[in-house]
């Protein structure tokens, strides 16, 4: 699971950072292609963005890694994302050792981001809209780009 911490509509972008070493990143790099599924159960709706997937440029990673909780950068710097860990105790101390390398938790000094982390963008070339209705009668619809165009059609439940 990942934030989408940006949609960029006229680009056709969504934005979202992770650890490019993990499970999730490797499978990134290794298919340069990402769906995202948005759900809301309440509301009965729900989005599927798909298309390639590009790095984020430094600048725009090192931007978003600044506005993040002291807690989040020391915690992303500390953990192996996905590797297993012997214990609870085990983590902590390794979160609290890299708080202590960078001022403690209280500090103030900037905590730089690792190469390793940063920031992907899915270009959207296929949006599915789907609307819950009771009877299982939804309205799903489906766009779909082409290089410069996009199509729509409806789709059957």
């Given amino acids: 699971m990942v934030l989408c911490r940006g949609v960029d509509a006229e680009r056709g972008r969504l934005t979202f950072y992770t650890n490019r070493r993990s499970a999730k990143g490797q499978d990134l790099t290794r298919t340069a292609r990402a769906t995202a599924v948005f759900y809301w159960d ?8 798909s298309g ?6 430094d600048a725009q990673s090192d931007a978003y890694w600044a506005t993040r909780p002291r807690l989040s950068q020391v915690a992303a710097r500390a953990s192996e994302q996905s590797a297993p860990i012997a214990s609870r105790r085990d983590l902590l101390a390794r979160i609290d ?3 202590r390398r960078h001022g403690g938790y209280e500090g103030t000094a900037a905590i730089p ?3 390793h982390w940063g920031g992907y963008d899915i270009v959207a070339d296929r949006v599915e809209l789907w ?3 009771t009877g299982r009668a939804h309205d799903r619809a489906v766009w779909v780009r082409r290089g410069q165009v996009w199509s729509s059609e409806r789709l059957q439940p």
């Fill in 42 to 49: 309440k509301a009965a709706r729900q989005a599927i963005v």
């Fill in 52 to 57: 390639a997937v590009e790095i984020t440029a």
């Fill in 97 to 99: 050792a890299e708080a």
């Fill in 113 to 115: 981001r690792p190469a």
């Fill in 131 to 133: 609307v819950g209705s």
